[in-house]
């Protein structure tokens, strides 16, 4: 698929084909992230579509996870 970079005001804008988009998740008002690698522009949903738990806690490792932290006492109804 091909497309044409735009001028739009002081930036640059292209259009992403409606049947891409939807191979991505992209919509109206999507936020997306950008970036470059090896010469390629990047574009990704900022936020994962489908987030779980169990993905969620498949990412904490020993390194990042952090010790508890000592609050005090209970001084209202935090037990129950």
């Given at each position: 698929m091909q497309t044409r970079v735009q001028k739009w005001g002081n930036s640059l804008g292209l259009r992403i084909p409606r049947g891409l988009a939807e191979q991505i998740g992209l919509g109206a008002g999507t936020e997306v992230s950008l970036s470059a690698k090896?010469?390629?522009?990047?574009?990704?949903?900022?936020?994962?579509?489908?987030?779980?738990?169990?993905?969620?806690?498949?990412?904490?490792?020993?390194?990042?996870l952090h010790s508890p932290v000592d609050t005090g006492d209970a001084v209202g109804l935090e037990n129950f």
């Amino acid at each position: 698929m091909q497309t044409r970079v735009q001028k739009w005001g002081n930036s640059l804008g292209l259009r992403i084909p409606r049947g891409l988009a939807e191979q991505i998740g992209l919509g109206a008002g999507t936020e997306v992230s950008l970036s470059a690698k090896d010469g390629e522009l990047v574009v990704k949903p900022a936020v994962a579509a489908r987030l779980n738990l169990d993905d969620l806690l498949a990412g904490v490792t020993t390194d990042n996870l952090h010790s508890p932290v000592d609050t005090g006492d209970a001084v209202g109804l935090e037990n129950f």
